[in-house]
DNA sequence: CTTCCTCTAGGGTAAATCACCTAGGTGCCT
DNA sequence: AGGCACCTAGGTGATTTACCCTAGAGGAAG
């Protein structure tokens, strides 16, 4: 087996220290180059056709959904491994659809780091927290055409949603039963669904959700 | 000169292998521990009672504002650099009035980082990019008392704010309570405190101030 | 037509929270 | 020394949520 190549894609020298220590070397791989920014890490990839791809979303010039789709199209031996900080279903979307086989969060630890490559090395994809639900939770059809409204909050209805927003507004079960003039045992069910298929597990994840998904603001 | 005691504090894994990629062993320098959120921070710092400690601002339990306050009443010598993605002015504010002598981004060349610890261990304070425009712009008059910038959470005391951060972060009472080594009855009366100081009257209400205010990110 | 999903709503029990109250100990400031 | 803010913690009772079920009506999809 030729030892794999990587090469990694982040604006912050820092994290890229830490990819360094923790990737290269690790059973015989070896980091073949450092892109500072997307533009970079599409030109670095031209010229080492790495073969996994480790690259942060938010960085100058070029971002890493962008970059990411440029090189899948280029070179679609190299897998893209996305590593970003954001644990939102509209971007866990967006990187599907931009051809990035992977997804891991940098608070994740760094053994499922490790996994993350291994599995993309063999062309497996691979998923952390939320974004595995969204795989698992239909996103990817093979053969299909990636579902069109598949940028809001696909898991949702609009039932749901509408739950959502007035419970995270600060309303109690009982006062959106009234506004919506239905039972508190309805929206009693509701909440618990909402929260079983997001795999939340308090009020507060919930507010929490809503505000990155932009249901309400802060 | 004795070799200089450096403890970190990050909540991402990744980073800690960064930070000891960068510091360990740079010029006799050692990592003497690693903590992962601002709680664990304040105990390891009683304990190893490092000389700096380079600590993240956005943690769980307790971030790294709160624990910045916590360690210099408690352990004066010790001197904290803060170690953040963000670079606002009004963080930078905060940060200067919970003690901290060094801020610095996480976007900085590891280079400056090295810098920045070198300067905080001789006590000398060390601010990059808008942080330092910040400190001359005035921040600082000797003599006169630190602006009452009391236009944000002022109305808080660091307990209810160490409160506000559990609770928001999806803990039940009990849960803060048993976090904190605490009665569920104290944390009830906290926060019946903290409701009817900010005149909030539901947890999500809470959960959009603390996000507001910067206690937790969304 | 059958199946699946959504919305609806109920029962029941356990747990948690809310909204009141009181009150002791500590530390700081005047 | 006294006052004051803060942290602590208990009581009580009402209210709300959490979590486990079942289940019918209606619509969309197979």
């Known amino acids: 087996m030729k ?3 990587i090469l990694i894609a982040d604006d912050h020298e820092l994290v890229r220290k830490g990819l360094r220590a923790v990737l290269d ?3 015989g791989w070896s980091i073949c180059g450092e892109a500072v920014n997307g533009r970079q890490a599409v030109e670095l990839a031209r010229q080492l056709k790495p073969d996994v791809l480790v690259m942060d979303v938010t960085m100058p010039e070029l971002n890493g959904l962008e970059a990411t789709r440029q090189i899948r199209k280029e070179l679609p031996k190299t897998e893209v491994l996305i590593l970003t900080v954001h644990e939102s ?3 866990v979307g967006e990187v599907l659809a ?3 086989r992977g997804y891991i969060l940098k608070g994740d630890t760094t053994r499922l780091l ?4 291994e599995a993309i090395a063999q062309h497996k994809p691979f998923f952390t927290g939320t974004a595995s639900e969204v795989v698992l939770g239909g996103y990817f059809r093979p053969g299909q055409p990636p579902r069109k409204e598949s940028r809001d909050l696909p898991r949702l209805t609009a039932r749901e949603r509408e739950i959502v927003q007035l419970l995270t507004e600060g309303r109690s079960n ?3 039963a009234t506004t919506l003039g239905i039972s508190v045992k309805t929206v009693d069910a509701h909440r618990a669904n909402i929260m079983h298929k997001l795999n939340l597990h308090s009020v507060t994840d919930l507010v929490r959700y809503a ?3 932009t249901i309400i603001t802060a």
């Open 3 to 5: 030892p794999l190549r």
């Open 25 to 27: 070397g690790q059973g």
């Open 89 to 91: 279903e509209q971007l």
């Open 98 to 100: 931009a051809g990035a």
């Open 114 to 117: 490790v996994a993350a490559v």
């Open 174 to 176: 009982k006062e959106a």
């Open 211 to 213: 505000i990155r998904n």
